[in-house]
C-alpha cells in the first residue's frame, strides 16, 4: 500500500516560518509530478499551492509565491514546502500529493495554523 507520510505543521505567528515535509513509501521519479495542495474545512475545495512537473518546473499559487518554496529529494523519496513569512490565510490542512502513471497518491494532510 502506497504512504504519503507528512510531518512539519503546527502553529506559529504570522510572520513565521514551517517547512513541510512529505516521505513516500514507494520510488518517486524525477519525472512524476509532486506537488502539496491545502483545503479549509468545511471552506472551498483543495487548491494547489506548489507543485514540480517535467522533473524541474516549478509552479505556485499567486497567493504563495515569493513566499513559498517546494523542493524534492529523490534519493530520499521526499517532498519538501518552505513556507516563510506565514499568514492567517495560510491556515488550513496541507496535503501531499503525487501523480505517477496516471495514479494519484494523497497524504493524510498536516495542519497549519498562523496566529494573528
Known amino acids: 500500500q502506497v504512504q504519503l507520510v507528512e510531518s512539519g505543521g503546527g502553529l506559529v505567528q504570522a510572520g513565521g516560518s514551517l517547512r513541510l515535509s512529505c516521505a513516500a513509501s514507494?520510488?518517486?521519479?524525477?519525472?512524476?509530478?509532486v506537488g502539496w495542495y491545502r483545503q479549509v474545512p468545511g471552506g472551498k475545495q483543495r487548491e494547489l499551492v506548489a507543485?514540480?512537473?517535467?522533473?524541474?518546473?516549478?509552479e505556485y499559487a499567486d497567493s504563495v509565491k515569493g513566499r513559498f518554496t517546494i523542493s524534492r529529494d529523490n534519493a530520499k523519496n521526499t517532498v519538501y514546502l518552505q513556507m516563510n513569512s506565514l499568514k492567517p490565510e495560510d491556515t488550513a490542512v496541507y496535503y501531499c500529493h503525487v501523480l505517477q502513471e496516471f495514479m494519484n497518491y494523497w497524504g493524510q494532510g498536516t495542519q497549519v495554523t498562523v496566529s494573528s
Open positions: 514507494i520510488t518517486v521519479f524525477s519525472r512524476d509530478t
Open positions: 507543485r514540480i512537473t517535467n522533473a524541474v518546473r516549478t
